[in-house]
């Protein structure tokens, strides 16, 4: 009976005993089953983490030779991570229309008239980091094409830059004399430029040394070029072998000042000394109408014809200020020209003609006048806040005809001695893309007996002007 | 009279300069374009050879140095990059700048000794301390479950001898049955779970990330692991046959001319061959040439049986073609 019972609860106990041992192996296995399935998703993880960090660095890799390309309102650029090379593209565009109140007669130039003023694409950037190059083409209404002045080439030329203190510029550009003549087309304060600017060269073929100084207050520039007449561009010298030097110095001695009221000035003085040979230019009020002209014809007694020949020089101190709204900038020209009379025989003269203007603004909306372009706080925007940059502007300028010119080189009749102009304007500076502009302009004139002389000019400008 | 003696005074000045000038010592600056895992052999090598030519010449030079996957760099010299000279870790990273930027002669292999490989290395493995995973050869690395950490033959030097190293062993093991070994590398590139861009990326990936089972690259990388980070935590194992890689070194010829480093630039290579090159190269865990080195390093390194490239594979230009060109074999077996 005992023995039955002990053996019995041995049975049990046994059986308990050998469950036990096996219910713990089956519990360590399925410990090492879970932590080799932990260990397996860490290695998971980290691989993921891994490729992560290494899609990271190929990204950040990339980057540093994927070119970039933007576009806004300053046009469309593409450039190489490292900036070593820039492509810029972008342009402007000016419809204007030209209205002469007081001219009703079909037979007078003076046609009131919509037209394309600039067409002006503009391709420009840098090569190898150092190398700027520009290249901006104009196709105007009415654009001539001929051997001695391109006119659909502006600007075509490499600025070789290896410090701002010296770089040296190739090709076809402005020369550095004429102050409104270096402000861009598209940044003008009245739609035509004033009167100085048609006593200094446009643009013309050279080479020039050029560089900001003393940390950029003090730029210098100074060039050898073919040589145009005054107000004239070319790029092919087809009348003679002579260069003309030109230079300028500009200093902006306060740039970096705390003192407000003398940060924005600026003042320098610019002039060229070569010989010029060839045609000489006629001279056009703000209506862009003729109001001076030499005598040309054949160079017969009858028809004598009048060019330059000779030493030309000019001189043209200039300055400019802004603090805040408001900007004002002027400059004074003196160009002397010898020239010839061809009438069987020939006289020579030395004419000396001057220009001045003085030409101010001011922006209503508040916005910081600069003598480049300006960008409205607000852009307009139908029915919102934004009004754009509205910008009041006047100015007063001469152009002087030396006295000498008189009778002999010039039609006393025909052409005015003086002409003496006030415009007023209102520019409207949509964004920074869109500019609306309406000048009136009024010219009276010394000398000369027509009637348009007598009378003087009165005209209205306008300007739609597209930038991108 | 007076005039003449002004005349003679800027040619007595010029002539002064020049004495001055040449008289000064120089200061030279040298761009060495290598791969990843060579950093602290030049940083040695490099002030060994700067400490040389100071006191051959008077002159200071300076070696900076670029280091990145071997055909990468290549590239970046190809592109641009003005490295003076080039030490890749195989040649026909160096053909590939002698073919397409031309800087320097096609037969540029033979202008240096043992066709200017100064030092050679070979493929082993690094695996976790007590070897969890049993490897001892070739075979266990594609066995399941094993992951193999090798760095992207496409752009590294190590993993194409790593590479071709599995590829020649399974030719050796099956009778140069070429579709046994691409069924044998298949598996091998199975197991890899990530790729790295460079020899130095894939050690990161293996010691500091904790990813894998085995590090499949140079055995100089793998004794600079022991050595940097414990021998309580890793091992080498050495398989019975591997690769015999021959890293090479050359001249960027047109580089080096425009630079004027021509002299110095030939001179830094010549020092590797030299006793104190050979011995900085066998510090650092390479397999120097020189007898004398390999006498006192050749004991730290496991005997192995090496094959080379021109034996089994028929040479780099015939190997880069068949195996790592777009579309190549390689492209074939590995899919991400």
Redesign the interface.
């Known amino acids: 009976m005992n023995i039955e019972r002990v053996t019995g609860v041995a049975v049990i106990l046994a059986t308990g005993l050998s469950w036990s041992v096996a219910q713990a192996q089956s519990q360590e296995t399925d410990t090492k089953a879970l932590l080799q399935r932990i260990e397996e998703l860490e290695?998971k993880v980290?691989?993921l983490?891994?490729?992560r960090?290494?899609d990271g660095?190929?990204t950040t890799e990339k980057a540093k030779t994927t070119p970039v390309v933007s576009l806004g309102a300053g046009g469309f650029t593409v450039r190489t991570a490292d900036t070593n090379f820039v492509l810029r593209i972008r342009g402007y565009i000016q419809a204007d229309g030209r209205f002469y109140p007081d001219d009703d007669s079909p037979t007078s130039t003076r046609n009131d008239t919509f037209l394309l003023r600039r067409v002006r694409p503009i391709i420009e950037g840098t090569v190898f980091d150092k190398f700027d190059y520009r290249l901006m083409l104009d196709f105007p209404s009415g654009s001539p094409s001929t051997a001695g002045n391109n006119a659909y080439v502006q600007d075509a030329y490499v600025n070789y830059r290896p410090f701002s203190e010296l770089q040296f510029q190739i090709g076809k550009f402005k020369e550095p004399v004429g102050l409104e003549r270096l402000q861009s087309g598209a940044n003008l304060l009245f739609i035509e430029r004033g009167y100085p600017t048609q006593l200094v060269p446009n643009r013309d073929m050279g080479a020039q040394l050029q560089g900001d100084l003393f940390g950029g207050w003090l730029n210098y520039a100074a060039g050898i070029f073919n040589g145009v007449a005054n107000g004239g561009s070319g790029d092919n010298e087809q009348a003679d072998d002579d260069k003309d030097f030109a230079g300028r110095l500009f200093a902006t001695p306060f740039v970096k000042s705390e003192n407000d009221w003398l940060r924005g000035l600026g003042l320098g003085v610019a002039g060229t000394v070569g010989d010029q040979q060839g045609a000489l230019r006629s001279f056009v009020t703000p209506g862009q109408q003729t109001f001076f002209s030499y005598i040309t014809g054949a160079g017969t007694l009858a028809a004598p014809n009048v060019t330059a020949d000779g030493d030309i020089w000019r001189i043209s101190p200039q300055a400019y200020y802004y603090k805040g709204p408001f900007g004002i900038f002027g400059e004074y020209v003196i160009a002397s020209q010898e020239v010839r009379r061809t009438a069987g025989t020939s006289t020579f003269a030395t004419l000396r003609n001057t220009g001045w203007q003085v030409a101010a603004s001011y922006f209503l909306t508040g916005e910081d006048n600069s003598f480049k372009a300006v960008t409205p706080r607000k852009p307009f925007t139908w029915g919102g806040e934004g009004l754009g940059a509205v910008e009041l502007t006047a100015r007063y300028g001469q152009l002087d005809v030396d006295d000498d010119t008189f009778p002999l080189y010039a039609n006393a009749a025909t052409s005015a001695s003086k002409a003496s102009s006030w415009g007023v304007g209102v520019n409207w500076h949509l964004n920074r893309n869109i500019k609306l502009s309406l000048n009136y302009e009024q010219t009276e004139f010394d000398g000369g007996t027509s009637a348009f002389l007598e009378n003087g000019e009165k005209t209205v400008l306008t300007r739609a002007q597209f930038s991108f | 009279m007076k005039i003449q003696h002004y005349l003679k005074l800027p040619i007595i000045l010029a002539a002064t300069a020049g004495l001055v000038a040449s008289a000064s010592a120089k200061d030279i600056k040298l761009l060495n374009v290598s791969y990843d895992p060579t950093r602290e052999l030049y940083v040695e090598f490099n002030a060994a050879f700067a400490k040389h030519w100071k006191a051959k010449t008077g002159d200071s030079v300076t070696i900076d140095q670029s280091h990145g996957g071997s055909s990468k760099q290549a590239r970046s010299v190809i592109d641009g990059l003005s490295a003076d000279v080039v030490t890749l870790a195989l040649a026909y990273d160096v053909d590939a700048i002698a073919e397409r930027a031309r800087l320097l002669p096609p037969d540029w292999q033979k202008r240096l000794p043992n066709n200017s490989s100064p030092y050679t290395s070979t493929i082993v493995f690094l695996v976790r301390k007590g070897n969890p995973k049993g490897i001892k050869d070739w075979d266990d690395l594609v066995k399941p479950g094993v992951k193999l950490i090798p760095a992207n033959p496409k752009t590294s030097g190590a993993a194409r001898w790593a590479y071709l190293a599995a590829w020649g062993y399974a030719l050796k093991k099956n009778g140069n049955d070429e579709a046994k070994a691409k069924e044998f590398v298949t598996k091998f590139y199975k197991n890899v779970p990530v790729l790295d861009t460079g020899a130095r990326g894939a050690t990161t990936t293996f010691i500091q990330r904790e990813i894998g089972d085995v590090l499949v690259g140079w055995e100089n990388e793998a004794y600079l692991a022991l050595k940097e980070f414990g021998a309580d935590k890793y091992e080498i194992v050495t398989p019975s046959i591997s690769i015999l890689a021959e890293p090479t070194v050359s001249l960027v010829d047109k580089v080096a001319k425009k630079k004027g480093t021509e002299a110095v630039a030939k001179a830094y290579l010549d020092h590797l061959y030299s006793e104190e090159g050979q011995e900085i190269a066998g510090r650092n865990f390479y397999r120097p040439r020189s007898e004398a080195a390999l006498a006192k390093f050749g004991k730290q390194f496991a005997k192995v049986e090496l094959f080379t490239i021109d034996e089994v594979f028929g040479g780099w230009q015939k190997t880069q073609k068949a195996h790592f060109s777009d579309g190549g074999v390689f492209d074939q077996i590995y899919k991400p």
């Open positions: 290695q980290r691989v983490d891994r490729k960090e290494l660095e190929a």
